[in-house]
């Protein structure tokens, strides 16, 4: 089934490029997959994962030194694979079953042969410029613009590919959450994740965040500790990759089920899924987040950690303090996809509001899209810190704080499919249901 949606991937895709062919006026477009970085003064290279351009169009995440070539009315992309004899290292992965039919694939062995084998003008994307072509038309924005664009519509493949994602990921997190509750380590229980999805380190989509008591309120906490803590609250912020895009998904967990935390988590559970629940075609990114962080005051408010309404709370800038990031961002071959702010394809932006100037979501959401929608509240004592000699000191309920700071602090972040009939799929809490 993967391979015939793959197909069906490709044609839509070519279809796409033709159009950024003609209108950025290349007669071919030629996409990276990057080279290996070798560490320095030393013999050993970074892991290698190919960028997310290259991604979209070849599932080979670990494969450098690859190249796919789009040229103007052609029907099928080429895939130039570099292969050479290294008997030091694992042979280079292979496209999936199926997957091969889809591309016109050339092997090349040295970078005079692929050369020889471009002609044209030709946009080219890649992190270097390893095949030294001229300066503009390496990464011409026109073009990565034109790209970003399109990609905010997902093909029915790449939709499958996430949704695969979610249902890896789901028995992992359950995985977790039981190493968490047993008294495991972060260290430990990052490691019971990993096993449970069966993936190496390198494959997962981004560093897992795996934060026990306090460090649930470090944002992205990546150093996890090896001493195992008594534990209290845990959150857990960790996707898995299938074909080289991502799921992305972050849960809380208390471990006393009568506590406060406990409660507090119930409750941020439910709002999320009525913010989830307000997305659809045309629905403003920007509007959801206002309207998440009037949910959070109300929480602040339900709990008596303030002593204002959560909307009062939303205007004044508290819930700012305790919930400095934004509601969500688009998903695919990017954790953090790009294009969300794009209002066409010639690249003009639409800029975030005044009030949130690194909100990175503000065009409004269009059909096919996935995004993901992640609430937080958190007691991060940097921001507490600067709230207790700000103007709005009396209207926190400070004892409050204390009690919760222990906990540091809630995420519940699913990943949605807005699909072209306007129903949202919840691929998040289908795939931890399928797990049950
Ligand atoms: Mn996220």
Known sequence: MMAQLYKQHIAEKMTRFQGILEATGYQAILIGSGETKMQFQDDMAYPFIANPYFREWVPLATRAGCYLQIKAGASKPTLFLLTVEDIWHTAPESLPEGFEQACEVVEYATTDDLKKQLDGATAFINETNALAVAAEDWNSQAVTDQIDYQRRGKTLYEQECVREANRRAAPAHRAAQQAFLAGASEVQIAAAYLAACDCRENEMPYGIIAGVNEHAAVLHH???????????????????????????????????????????IGVMDAQQLELVAAGGIGKSPVGLHVLSHIKAGDILRQFDVIKVSGEEAFESGITAAFYPHGLGHHLG????????????????????????????????????????????????????????????????????????????????????????????????????????
């Open 333 to 436: 071959s990017n954790v953090h996809d790009r294009g969300s702010n794009l209002a066409n394809a010639q690249g003009d932006v639409l800029p975030p509001p005044e009030k949130y100037p690194k909100l990175r979501s503000s065009a409004p959401m269009v059909a096919n899209q996935i995004h993901t929608v992640e609430p937080g509240l958190y007691f991060i004592p940097a921001l507490l810190d600067k709230l207790r000699s700000g103007d709005q000191a009396a209207n926190i309920n400070w004892s409050r704080v204390d009690d919760f700071l222990p906990y540091g602090g809630i995420r519940i972040e699913d990943n949605i499919i807005v699909h072209a009939d306007d129903s949202l799929e919840n691929l998040t809490r289908d795939a931890f249901e399928a797990t049950n």
């Open 222 to 264: 990546h150093n996890l500790v090896k001493q195992p803590q008594t534990p209290r609250s845990f959150l857990i912020d960790a996707g898995v990759a299938v074909n080289g895009y991502a799921s992305d998904i972050t849960r809380t967990y208390a471990f006393d089920d009568g506590s406060d935390f406990a409660a507090m």
